[in-house]
C-alpha cells in the first residue's frame, strides 16, 4: 500500500488472500519487548511513515518495501536483525515472468549486489516463533 502508513490489523488480513494470517514475536518477546523497548520501535519506525513504496528494493530510505521496513525498524530500535539479508543476485531469477519483471524494473542494470530482505527471510527468521495461524 502506498505510503508506508499504519493499518488496522482487519482491515489488512481482509486484503490477504482467504483472510489467511500468521502472527509471529519475538521468541524472546516477554522479556525484550519492555516498555522502553517498545518505544525504541515506536521511535525508529515513526521517521519512515509516509515514504513511498519501493518497487525497485532498493536499501536506501528513501523508498521502502514490506520486508525492508520491518528489518530496518527492528534493526535500528532493538539492534536485531530478522531474517537474513541477502544480494538479489542470490535469488532464482531465471524465470521469464522474473527476467520480464527484472527488464521493466531496472532496465538493463540490474543491482545484483543491492541488499535485500525477503519476505520469505523474515517469516523464516529463527528470532520470531509463531503466536497465531489462521
Not at 536485531?80 to 531496472?106: E, H, I, M, N
Request: hydrophobic share 40%; with cysteine; glycine share 6%.
Amino acid at each position: 500500500m502506498q505510503p508506508v502508513q499504519l493499518t488496522p490489523l482487519a482491515r489488512w488480513v481482509a486484503r490477504g488472500q482467504g483472510r489467511h494470517f500468521v502472527v509471529k514475536r519475538l521468541r524472546d518477546a516477554q522479556t525484550a519487548l519492555t516498555p522502553a523497548a517498545l518505544a525504541r520501535l515506536r521511535a525508529a519506525g515513526q521517521p519512515l511513515l509516509g515514504l513511498d513504496y519501493d518497487l525497485v528494493f532498493n536499501w536506501s530510505d528513501k523508498q521502502l518495501y514490506c520486508s525492508e521496513l520491518i528489518w530496518k525498524v527492528y534493526d535500528r530500535g532493538l539492534h536485531r536483525q530478522l531474517g537474513q539479508l541477502q544480494r538479489l543476485r542470490d535469488f532464482d531469477l531465471t524465470s521469464p515472468a522474473v527476467q520480464a519483471k527484472l527488464r521493466q524494473r531496472y532496465g538493463t542494470h540490474l543491482p545484483l549486489d543491492e541488499p535485500v530482505i525477503s519476505p520469505a527471510s523474515l517469516f523464516a527468521s529463527t528470532e520470531l516463533r509463531t503466536v497465531i495461524s489462521r
